[in-house]
């Protein structure tokens, strides 16, 4: 589970990127994710960004009131389905599974909902170039003399040093992430990559408060579609199953496309494995898992427990014991 942002605290946390950063929680079953979200899900005044306590009163409220509206299972749920979240790349078989909870939902009392968030198409790159800016900001402060590793005095400059004690320090991945969000705060890509990713963002952000039935109370003005709005959004976690350690991924960079819009609008995102798996053509006997994604609106993480624990309870089409 990826919760909504601000609802867990970040003391602690090594910072990567300041408004991304998010404290998730990984288990069995959904009971143990709910039991430690419970736990952690507090104000805590040594992180600015997280949620204050009467700010979640007030989203309490609101998951009250969209459970009030669904008196037994599912009956009333309004599902969304973003088609920019069902791209073409998607495996046939993946999709299969995800129609299959749908169904199930469906035969619970949910309604489906056909949506459009035309922003979604560009998050991939929106999301690398806000998020490797803010890791070049944040990890600049591990030069080996403040923080981070330190190797033993062997350059004859200051400059050499930090060099030194840098390259030290990062693995390659870390450094080309930190060279290229370097690039993205220099004031010749500012205008053309950070900024252009800034309003991207934003985009997404008011695409999905169009979507949602309640309001977005980080926002004073009136968002959200009490009448015709969803209150959840059902898709595929990732284009297809896990690839093998050995194997080579094209487009390596782009296999989280159907996560990044959750981070980018900080909304509460939880992933759960179906039953039915996919075997893999090589090897018949491997059965590979597939994750469906549930999102909604910032602050509603309580309601993706009520809907996982309603499946749970009446279908069998999640993996682990039923409730």
């Known amino acids: 589970m990826k919760p909504s942002y601000g609802m867990l605290s970040r003391w602690g946390v090594v910072s990567y990127a300041d408004t991304l950063d998010t404290v998730g929680i990984l288990a069995r079953n959904i009971g143990d994710v709910r039991q430690v979200f419970d736990v952690l899900a507090l104000e805590d005044e040594r992180d600015a960004t997280c949620i204050h306590e009467a700010m979640r009163l007030r989203l309490d409220a609101q998951v009250e009131r969209i459970l009030a509206r669904i008196p037994s299972r599912l009956d009333g749920l309004r599902v969304g389905i973003v088609k920019e979240m069902y791209p073409r790349e998607v495996d046939s078989r993946t999709l299969d599974i995800v129609d299959d909870v749908l169904d199930h939902m469906q035969s619970l009392g949910a309604t489906l ?39 033993k005095h062997t350059s004859s400059t200051f400059h050499d040093e930090i060099a030194k004690n840098r390259s030290y320090g990062f693995g390659d991945e870390v450094k080309r992430r930190i060279l290229l969000g370097t690039y993205a705060l220099t004031s010749e890509a500012w205008e053309s990559h950070h900024l252009v990713a800034t309003r991207i963002r934003q985009g997404i952000l008011r695409g999905y408060q169009a979507c949602w039935s309640t309001q977005d109370l980080r926002w004073p003005e009136p968002t959200g579609n009490e009448e015709h709005g969803v209150d959840v ?11 093998r350690l050995d194997e080579p991924v094209s487009s390596e960079y782009a296999a989280d496309v159907l996560t990044f819009a959750a981070n980018l609008a900080g909304l509460p995102a939880l ?21 469906v994604l549930f999102k909604a609106q910032w602050g509603h993480d309580k309601l993706l427990f009520h809907i996982l624990e309603q499946l749970n309870q009446h279908t069998d089409v999640f993996q682990g014991p039923r409730s």
């Open 271 to 291: 992933s759960a494995p179906a039953s039915r798996t996919i075997s893999m053509d090589e090897d018949p006997s491997v059965h590979l898992p597939v994750g």
């Open 113 to 151: 909902v056909p949506l459009s968030v035309p922003a979604i198409k560009k998050s991939v790159s929106a999301y690398y170039i806000l998020s490797l800016s803010e890791a070049s900001s944040n990890l600049g402060r591990f030069d080996g003399i403040r923080f981070g590793a330190r190797m």
């Open 233 to 243: 959004v059902v898709q595929p976690t990732a284009l297809s199953v896990a690839p």
